[in-house]
């Protein structure tokens, strides 16, 4: 039996986003961290959250005071329930969003590109999750 590649061009088994996002209170512990910008919240460190979420929500995290501290990409299978995308100021995260995140990467990459002929590259790193603000999100070209 021979497995044929998945489709990487249909989207149709994508879910849509939900239409609310998931509120999230954590530890002490977990704030601390959050407020430190790691970008990983761990499924020990929410203390309370809105209602159960679907993976790809968008969870924003409340501090203590119940101030914005974070949004991010939820997860509920993972022990890394959020990744963190954004923080200290809400903003959308939308295809707008991504589409600054992927430009800056590029532009990062631009001095690859302009190499002389014989030390250019055809592959390379184009996103390196964290160090992008993208956690977990690897993209390489060949």
Do not use: C
């Not at 249909?10 to 961290?33: F, K, M, Q, W, Y």
């Not at 939308?94 to 250019?120: G, H, M, V, Y």
């Amino acid at each position: 039996m021979q497995l044929s590649p998945p489709d990487l061009t249909d989207l149709s088994a994508i879910p849509e986003p939900s239409a609310r996002n998931l509120a999230v209170h954590l530890t002490a512990a977990g704030e601390r961290s959050a407020k430190r910008r790691h970008p990983w919240i761990f499924d020990q460190a929410i203390s309370q959250q809105s209602h159960e979420g679907a993976p790809g929500d968008i969870a924003v995290v409340f501090d203590s005071r119940r101030q914005f501290l974070a949004a991010g990409i939820y997860d509920p299978t993972s022990t890394i329930r959020i990744r963190l995308l954004q923080f200290k100021k809400p903003e959308a995260i939308n295809q707008d969003w991504f589409t600054t995140k992927f430009s800056s990467a590029l532009k990062a990459r631009e001095p690859l590109i302009a190499l002389p002929q014989e030390q250019l590259t055809t592959g390379y790193r184009v996103v390196y999750g964290e160090s992008e603000g993208l956690p977990g999100l690897i993209i390489d070209r060949y």
